[in-house]
């Protein structure tokens, strides 16, 4: 305890390393509150958006429930409370989802579609000063810690009045942890204060803040043994300056795009355009390429029939233009499952591959944790669009099933009217809860877990060896 107190005040009599965490401090609050004032705006953009699209649905007068259907309706994605912390993959997906009859849109307008360099070149958030920056402020700190003493005999001197090296290394390990724990304590506290202030705040808000904070707090500690222990394995310190900063470079830069692209080459995705046309194709020729559009009316017509003993569709108990309707709805959705879900499996194997690298590497781990508990990953983004088309095919759905009950073959002149309107629920999504989260990204935390036992027990194994060096 003496030990860690004593390198406590050594960074307190250092004006110039004050002034360098000072202003750490004002850049992670800057960013913090304009990134929630941003956040904010946006919330009550949404908010006023879904009013609109309510007011409507809800006043759009009489027609037939088909036009009802093709006016479609608005699914707006709810910005997440701690999206000012972490944006993640926001910028790049969209803001809102057209729903309506026969297709099933992808998310529209992205951030990054209508706004400058500054987004497309990656916006300043609290996270990615905390990932990126404060590494290198806790090199900055710590690179000549355990060498600088040895080089000017103050270690040999300390070790004579009876200190161990084992003590030595972990209170310069632990006195750079609580220094980042100092400056990481005010942008904490103001995020909490900002999530009382929201009129959506529940406790699973509070849980994701508190995976956010354990998640850094791990991390600054295993930069910090990496720090102390290159340190002290190293007598020139501009050696480990270099070591240390080689690490970062590999670790923060290089590391996490080289496994990007190894799992796009791995699992490669279809572009768009022949997505859009594999899809086009199988609504129009069967999945299977072999049962096209006219003969699968004709068998669905001829099967009705029989099975209500009539011979013509006009004595079937219900319009038969709106049960062809929906059979084919039914058959469009069966078509993008199909291949959505290729898709997301393609995904998926992508995302396996950066959870399993990220047990080599702490920060592939934080980035994904990150970005999970803000609610800004590539699987909140799935979550919403997979809840976006459900709500899509009920919608359809009621509106063929009240054209097939409430009017004749052939009548088209048949309007539906308010009360049919006010029988679809408002949309409201509801993110992933903690628990999948924590399945979904297990190997991250079990990486940040791994990587701070392994570095703060090599302390302890090591110590005999840092004794002989100095």
Not at 57 to 83: N, T
Not at 420 to 437: G, R, T
Request: proline residues 3%; aromatic residues 14%.
């Amino acid at each position: 305890m003496h030990l860690l107190i004593k390198e406590l005040q050594s960074y307190r009599r250092n004006k110039f390393l004050l002034c360098v965490l000072f202003a750490m401090e004002a850049l992670l609050i800057f960013s913090l509150f304009n990134s929630y004032f941003i956040h904010h705006k946006n919330l009550e953009s949404t908010i006023e958006a879904q009013g609109k699209q309510r007011k409507e649905w809800l006043s759009q007068g009489e027609k037939h429930p088909h036009m009802a259907a093709h006016f479609g309706y608005f699914a707006y994605k709810p910005v997440s409370v701690l999206s000012f912390f972490d944006p993640g993959v926001n910028a790049y997906t969209g803001t809102y989802n057209y729903l309506e009859a026969h297709r099933q849109n992808d998310l529209q307008f992205s951030p990054v579609q209508d706004s400058g360099a500054t987004v497309r070149f990656g916006e300043l958030s609290v996270s990615m000063l905390l990932q990126i920056v404060l590494p290198l402020l806790i090199i900055f700190m710590g690179y000549s810690s355990v060498n600088q003493e040895r080089s000017s005999g103050i270690l040999k001197f300390a070790i004579s009045q009876g200190a161990s090296m084992r003590g030595i290394v972990y209170s310069k390990i632990f006195s750079l942890f609580i220094s980042v724990v100092i400056l990481l304590l005010p942008v904490f506290l103001a995020m909490l204060i900002f999530l009382f202030l929201e009129s959506s705040f529940r406790l699973d808000a509070l849980m994701r803040w508190g995976g956010l904070m354990l998640s850094y707090g791990l991390y600054a500690l295993i930069i910090a043994c990496i720090t102390v222990i290159v340190s002290a394995l190293n007598s020139n310190r501009m050696v480990s300056m270099i070591i240390l900063l080689s690490i970062w470079m590999g670790a923060v830069v290089l590391s996490p795009k080289m496994i990007t692209n190894w799992a796009d080459l791995s699992y490669p995705l279809p572009s768009q355009h022949s997505f859009n046309q594999e899809v086009r194709e199988s609504i129009k020729q069967g999945i299977n390429g072999h049962n096209d559009k006219g003969e699968r009316a004709q068998k669905l017509k001829a099967e009705l029939l029989k099975k209500h003993n009539v011979d013509s569709v006009h004595k079937l108990p219900f319009n038969f233009q709106g049960y062809v309707m929906q059979a084919g709805e039914e058959y469009s959705s069966k078509v993008y499952d199909h291949h959505f879900h290729f898709l997301e499996a393609q995904l998926d194997k992508q995302d396996k591959m950066g959870s399993s690298a990220s047990l080599a590497n702490p920060f592939v781990a934080l980035r994904n944790l990150s970005m999970a508990f803000s609610a800004t990953d590539v699987d909140a983004h799935f979550s919403f669009q997979r809840y976006a088309e459900n709500y899509r095919r009920d919608f359809v759905k009621q509106m063929n099933q009240d054209m097939m009950y409430s009017s004749t073959y052939g009548d088209w002149e048949y309007k539906a009217g308010h009360h049919l309107w006010e029988k679809l629920p408002a949309f409201e999504y509801q993110s992933l809860d903690m628990f999948s989260i924590l399945k979904a990204r297990h190997l991250e935390l079990l990486s940040l877990l791994i990587w701070t036992l392994i570095l703060v027990g090599s302390v302890f194994a090591l110590s005999s060896y840092f004794k002989i060096l100095s």
